[in-house]
């Protein structure tokens, strides 16, 4: 396969590019995520979602430790180059490592944030004791 594709992005510094995943059938947006060179190789080559984890420094393949796959249908660059959209399922109903459908929870009312999402799944029964995918 053809590597010019990847060619075509334009990686930040530290060889990254941000990464939105989106739910093929909502439309919500799922999570934010980083990914290098490889991560975005794999994705494309294997149809799930694999990203680069910074705190850990290597490569995070989706739902490795939790079981959560996103199977990718779609995957889109913007129009710099810089930002890449997956068009995803999010196979066990929980994007986010606290649980929940989407990591992205929190909505402003007035001057707080409040929670807006139920937790599907328990993060223990997703990671053990280690919260942090």
Not at 32 to 43: M, P
Not at 99 to 119: Q, Y
Request: hydrophobic share 35%.
């Amino acid at each position: 396969m053809s590597e010019a594709w990847l060619d075509a992005i334009a990686f930040d510094d530290q060889g990254l590019v941000p990464v939105i995943a989106q739910d093929r059938d909502s439309g919500r947006v799922l999570m934010f995520a980083w990914a290098d060179r490889e991560a975005l190789r794999r994705t494309a080559a294997e149809g799930r979602a694999v990203y680069y984890s910074r705190s850990r420094g290597k490569l995070w393949p989706k739902g490795e430790e939790s079981g959560n796959v996103q199977e990718v249908h779609d995957i889109r660059l913007d129009c710099d180059g810089d930002v890449v959209l997956l068009s995803i399922t999010q196979h066990g109903g929980a994007a986010c490592h606290t649980g929940r459908e989407s990591c992205f929870f929190h909505r402003l009312e007035g001057e707080e944030w409040v929670v807006t999402d139920p937790v599907l799944t328990d993060p223990e029964q997703l990671y053990g004791s280690h919260h942090h995918e």
